[in-house]
């Protein structure tokens, strides 16, 4: 709702309709990401120095395996086998997974405020 100074002037209020996705896209975007947890990964795309690419659905693993740890372990351990071969590796997050996970205990930190 506008103030009455804003409405007294002409100025329309700024809305900011953004929905829970664009707003954790925006967040994820501006944040450095050294680590990320398997969890939350929907593919990892490997490039490799041939110009080849590998695509790993993360997201097949964890509902094949449900082993989170072991996944991140064995992914960890492939890549540096093959770092030899490896141009880069492009890592895709799944914003509704972080969103669930992080939305949670966001609020209950900002509900004390």
């Known amino acids: 709702m506008a103030s009455r100074k804003q409405q007294q002037r002409g100025l329309k209020p700024k809305k900011i309709n953004l929905s829970v996705k664009d707003r954790w896209e925006q967040i994820l975007s501006d944040v450095d990401k050294p680590e990320v947890p398997v969890t939350v990964l929907e593919r990892i795309m490997v490039h490799l120095i041939d110009g080849s690419k590998v695509n790993i659905d993360v997201v097949e693993l964890l509902n094949i395996y449900k082993d989170p740890e072991a996944i991140e372990e064995y992914l960890n351990m492939k890549l540096t086998e093959l770092d030899h071969l490896i141009e880069d590796v492009d890592y895709f997050v799944n914003i509704e997974m972080v969103a669930r996970t992080v ?9 004390r405020l």
């Not at 939305?103 to 509900?111: A, V």
């Open 103 to 111: 939305q949670p205990e966001t609020d209950r930190l900002l509900s």
